[in-house]
């Protein structure tokens, strides 16, 4: 007897040292005391198995361990979370020559213009119509405009000249009308409808051009943002690049004469003379199916040109003879883009290219390849955006091209 009650002793010494666990679980519910209660009915009370029972530890423990189970899954949402780029992969990457960034990158401008009121001058003698402009802060073009004022812009003495009010930024040499769009958060289709500006859309220094503003509701005050809100305001397109692509033309600079082989580079800072006529008819840039025409889509979209379905790696040619306006990636939703004047307002637009082979400023000719598809930008298979403009104007390339 003496010896089982020892037993009984050392098994209940040990007990301790297996329960701190289950009672460390258990503060949060000070009900567990009903737990123990079963026991009796298996030892006597007086004995000490009561509390060496091992079933309410199996029981009591485990389910709050099982519990915590559940919630591991959730330690899964991370990689759920990165499927977004999984589901959006990265295109092939752009190759091009080597070659300064466009003039709009390098050339920032500072956006500087002053708010004129409406006035009224009276012509000095000796007055030209620029320097009525220099005088009064207005554009010397808003104020032939305003005043009907046709080339060559002739003034007398005496004459009351109406100054239409307006913020006037002061074009210095080098500035571009993207980076002067850029500074200001305006989409440079305004700025250019607003000044009225036309063929060739190259702008030079010592120029005022007005720049069209939006104002407070009910206020008349100018809205005021950060250089890096006007900035992510701007979004680059084709016309832009066709039409605000260039930089300002110095005093007595001339435009850059075209190279003829890629190996000379002309600097950001040199105004590229396009063809002044279209010396030929227009070819078709690849040899493949169509896969979308021109015009609005069947979901609403629009589409200013045509897809062309080729492999990659499939020579892109010059549709005809011209000088390279733009090689670069500049355009999200185009990726590797080649735009191409040819004279007579008409300009071609290739997209999508994977490897970019001519430079800005060169002449090519019809047939002469300028870049190999892809499937850059937001292309969703390989293929060849191509446009034909003629002016501003997008024009059906299946109206120009050969039948085949």
């Known amino acids: 007897m003496a010896g089982v009650i020892g037993a009984s002793l050392l098994l209940s010494a040990c007990i301790p040292n297996m329960e701190p666990p289950m009672v460390a679980r258990e503060p949060v519910a000070p009900s567990p005391p009903a737990k123990p209660l079963p026991a009796p009915t298996m030892a006597s009370p007086a004995s000490p198995q009561a509390l060496a029972t091992p079933a309410p530890r199996k029981v009591a423990p485990r389910p709050p361990i ?5 919630a ?18 990265s295109k092939e990457p752009v190759s091009s020559l080597p070659a300064p960034r466009p003039s709009w990158e390098i050339r920032p401008v500072a956006p500087d213009a002053k708010e004129i009121p409406a006035s009224v001058y009276v012509v000095q003698p000796g007055d030209t119509l620029r320097g009525v402009a220099d005088r009064t802060g207005a554009g010397s073009e808003a104020i032939a405009r ?8 002739v003034i007398r003495a005496g004459q009351r000249l109406t100054i239409p009010a307006g913020r006037y930024h002061l074009v210095r040499s080098g500035e571009s009308g993207i980076a002067i769009a850029r500074a200001y958060g305006v989409p440079w289709s305004r700025i250019v409808e607003a000044n009225a500006l036309a063929e060739p859309y190259v702008l030079r220094a010592g120029q005022r051009i007005l720049i069209p503003g939006t104002t407070a509701t009910g206020t008349g005050t100018p809205v005021t943002s950060s250089a890096a809100e006007r900035a992510a305001a701007f979004t680059l397109d084709v016309d832009d690049i066709l039409t605000g692509g260039e930089p300002a033309l110095a005093t007595n600079q001339a435009p850059a004469k075209p190279s003829a082989t890629p190996a000379r580079v002309l600097p950001p800072t040199a105004v590229v003379a396009a063809p002044s006529r279209l010396r030929s008819g227009f070819a078709w840039p690849v040899e493949g199916k169509v896969i979308k025409r021109f015009g609005a889509g069947s979901s609403g979209e629009r589409n200013d040109g045509i897809k ?3 492999p990659i790696g499939t020579p892109i040619k010059a549709t005809a003879d011209g000088v390279v306006a733009y090689v670069g990636d ?9 735009i191409v004047k ?9 997209g999508h290219a994977s490897k970019l082979m001519v430079q800005r400023g060169q002449s090519v000719k019809r047939g002469q390849t300028l870049a190999l598809s892809g ?3 937001f292309a969703d298979r390989p293929e060849l955006h191509f446009e034909l403009r003629r002016g501003r104007t997008p024009v059906d390339p299946m109206s120009q091209l050969p039948g085949r």
């Open 330 to 338: 500049g355009i999200a939703a185009l990726g590797g883009l080649v």
């Open 308 to 310: 062309i379905a080729v």
């Open 375 to 377: 499937q850059t930008g």
């Open 342 to 350: 040819h004279g007579d307002g008409w300009t071609s637009v290739y």
């Open 146 to 153: 305003a005043n009907g004022l046709s080339a060559p812009f």
């Open 72 to 89: 591991t899954p959730r330690r899964t949402a991370p990689p759920i979370a990165t499927t977004p780029p999984v589901v959006a992969p």
């Open 66 to 70: 099982r519990r915590s189970v559940p």
